[in-house]
């Protein structure tokens, strides 16, 4: 099945909902930083990313150190940004909120 990429005005319009992620790679994907107490909290919360993600079969790119968790999302089906970005980074600020 074929995904599409969000065009620009799509783009701005997923930036504009979700301030707190920022453009990376020239525009292909958003990224954002999570911030815990401690390295515990952190991994609770990639846990209950991994669910989710799994569930939406959308995985982000990430990595953790310490109270730290960095979170990239781009579909690679897509060459960039799709629809299934704006799920995952609605998903991911709910469970952080």
């Not at 701005?12 to 020239?26: E, I, T, Y």
């Not at 846990?47 to 990595?63: F, G, T, Y």
């Amino acid at each position: 099945m074929s995904v599409e990429r969000l065009n620009d005005d799509e783009c701005a319009a997923l930036l504009a909902a979700h301030p707190q992620w920022s453009v990376a790679r020239g525009g292909l994907a958003i990224e954002r930083r999570f911030t815990f107490a401690d390295f515990s909290e952190a991994w609770g919360f990639m846990a209950r990313v991994a669910l989710l993600a799994e569930s939406q079969d959308h995985h982000p790119e990430w990595s953790n150190v310490y109270n730290r968790v960095d979170i990239t999302l781009t579909t690679h089906d897509a060459g960039g940004l799709s629809a299934r970005d704006a799920r995952m980074a609605k998903a991911i600020d709910t469970l952080f909120s």
